[in-house]
């Protein structure tokens, strides 16, 4: 069974980091591709940044390019997202996921077989809220 838990969100005031965990168990993380999504309250959800497996290649929106790092240690099967100089407009829940179709693309970031097509794997998802 494969399941993805995220930890590490919270409040945090504008221009404070943060730094979110997904750990991975029932797959090995070598071979998969793995991002994370957020999505603020009536706002569609965004693809915010991939780990490419096949080649170590990261992607990231434009909206925090520069603020944000995706990193991985396959030893411990878990992805982080290191988030620097935090904005309001951060504010959202964040999910990480994987499946066996998910591929990092440049502009979508995180990409599947189509646009409609709904990955397989999820982390509960972690609230991260930015005010002053």
């Known amino acids: 069974q494969v399941k993805l838990v995220e930890s590490g969100g919270g409040l945090v005031q504008p221009g404070g980091s943060l730094r979110l965990s997904c750990t991975v168990s029932g797959l090995t993380l070598d071979y998969y591709a793995v991002g994370w999504f957020r999505q603020a309250p009536g706002k569609e959800r965004e693809g915010v940044s991939c780990s490419s497996s096949s080649d170590g290649r990261t992607y990231y929106a434009e909206s925090v390019k520069g603020r944000f790092t995706i990193s991985r240690d396959n030893a411990k099967n878990t992805v982080y997202l290191q988030m620097n100089n935090l904005k309001p407009e951060d504010t959202a829940v964040y999910y990480c996921?994987?499946?066996?179709?998910?591929?990092?693309?440049?502009?979508?970031?995180?990409?599947?077989?189509?646009?409609?097509?709904?990955?397989?794997?999820w982390g509960q998802g972690t609230q991260v809220t930015v005010s002053s």
């Open positions: 996921v994987t499946d066996s179709f998910l591929h990092c693309a440049d502009g979508d970031v995180i990409s599947g077989p189509s646009r409609s097509y709904e990955y397989d794997y």
